[in-house]
C-alpha cells in the first residue's frame, strides 16, 4: 500500500470509530430497553395467566353472592368465597368456624347470621350496677 492511500485511510478509520462508538452505545441502550420489555411482557402474561385461570374457574363454578353473609357461594362446589379477596381478583374458599367463615388468604372475618355467637355473660351485676 503507498503511503499516500494510508494516510487517506487515518481519517476515514477515525470517523468509522466514531459511527462504532455511537452504535455500541445505541445497542447498549437497545439491549436494556429490550430487557425491560422482556419483564414487562412476563409480568402481562402472567396476569393473563391469573386471568384465563380465573375465568376458566368462574365458568366452571359460577359465584352467586350472598347479602346476608357478604360472601360468594359456588354454584358447584357450594363453598362460600372470600369478597375481599374476590375484589382483588383472587378466588379464595373460606374456612368454616364455629360462628362464622375466615379467610385463610387475607384473614377477614364473615359472620353467620344462623350461628350467631352466644352473648358474653359478664353476671349479674354488669349491667345492672352500670
Ligand atoms: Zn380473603
Not at 29 to 46: F, P, W
Not at 58 to 86: M, Q
Not at 102 to 119: G, H, I, N, T
Amino acid at each position: 500500500m503507498a503511503i499516500l492511500d494510508w494516510f487517506k485511510e487515518v481519517p476515514l478509520s477515525a470517523v468509522l470509530k466514531e459511527k462504532l462508538v455511537g452504535l455500541e452505545n445505541e445497542n447498549a441502550a437497545l439491549k436494556s430497553e429490550n430487557a425491560a420489555q422482556k419483564i414487562l411482557l412476563e409480568q402481562c402474561q402472567e396476569q393473563r395467566r391469573a386471568l384465563e385461570k380465573q375465568i376458566t374457574e368462574e365458568h366452571n363454578n359460577p359465584l352467586t353472592f350472598d347479602e346476608k353473609t357478604g360472601t360468594w357461594i359456588g354454584s358447584v362446589d357450594g363453598l362460600r368465597y372470600c369478597a375481599n379477596c374476590k375484589s382483588k381478583n383472587i378466588s379464595s374458599p373460606l374456612k368454616n368456624e364455629n360462628h362464622g367463615w375466615r379467610c385463610p388468604s387475607c384473614d377477614k372475618y364473615f359472620d353467620d347470621p344462623e350461628r350467631p355467637k352466644p352473648k358474653i355473660n359478664r353476671g349479674p351485676s354488669d349491667w345492672r350496677t352500670a
